[in-house]
């Protein structure tokens, strides 16, 4: 069945890069996305990245996509306490693509100052 | 306001009670989704709406959980005869698109209705 992987934990020191991985099942998925949720709030859509792309870079964001391995990573560069979170990455359902989101558990970034 | 909005953001039932959360989407927005996360879990899909008309209930899991948005805008999911292992974060998400792009998965998320069963 399909289904979301990603580590649970990760520890970093401000101003560091953050590297949280993510693999996935579904191939015919369009879009991968990656959601942030900040403690007490909702998941807030940090960025997305189209299946046949390698890598979409947005401000300190990068996403690197491994269609191949089915293997997706987000790099957080310059890593700041107020990046503190849960990341949850997100694949859609399927070829036809709704928010009908297949989640990740969840990998708990604490940036240490 | 401004985002979606759910309510109550808290509720303790009794076991075998009825309960019912709301939600009332950003206005504009097509779709709308229900989505429940267990703690320490990503949040696991229920169903959406395209205006009024349901899409998916596919994760739904059980007769005893439905769900209606009549007029194409707020929606409420109804837990009938509430057992223990409904206790979870009941969340709510809309969407300003209903499908095709990447906006179609850009869901805007309430904060969430936590719902504990004694």
């Known amino acids: 069945g399909e289904d979301v992987e990603q580590s649970l934990f990760l520890s970093v020191r401000e101003g560091d890069s953050s590297v949280i991985n993510c693999t996935y099942t579904?191939?015919?998925?369009?879009?991968l996305y990656w959601y942030k949720q900040e403690p007490g709030a909702g998941l807030q859509l940090l960025t997305y990245?189209?299946?046949?792309?390698d890598m979409k870079q947005d401000q300190r964001l990068t996403v690197l996509l491994n269609k191949k391995d089915k293997h997706l990573s987000l790099r957080i560069a310059d890593t700041q306490t107020g990046d503190s979170a849960i990341y949850f990455c997100?694949?859609?359902?399927?070829?036809?693509?709704?928010?009908?989101?297949?989640f990740g558990q969840g990998t708990t970034l604490q940036v240490k100052p | 306001g401004a985002g979606v909005s759910q309510s109550p953001r808290y509720k303790v039932t009794k076991r075998g009670q009825d309960v019912a959360l709301r939600c009332d989407p950003i206005?504009?927005?097509?779709?709308l989704y229900w989505y429940r996360q267990a703690l320490g879990q990503g949040p696991e899909f229920l169903t959406y709406f395209n205006y009024e008309a349901q899409q998916d209930k596919s994760g739904l899991p059980n007769d005893r959980f439905s769900a209606e948005r009549p007029e194409g805008s707020i929606s409420t999911l109804t837990i009938q005869r509430t057992e223990q292992r409904d206790s979870a974060m009941y969340r709510c998400a809309s969407s300003l698109s209903s499908s095709g792009g990447p906006r179609a998965g850009e869901l805007f998320f309430g904060e969430g209705s936590r719902l504990t069963v004694l």
């Open positions: 997100a694949e859609s359902h399927g070829s036809s693509n709704t928010g009908k989101l297949i």
């Open positions: 579904d191939s015919s998925s369009t879009y």
């Open positions: 206005s504009g927005h097509v779709s």
């Open positions: 990245i189209f299946s046949n792309m």
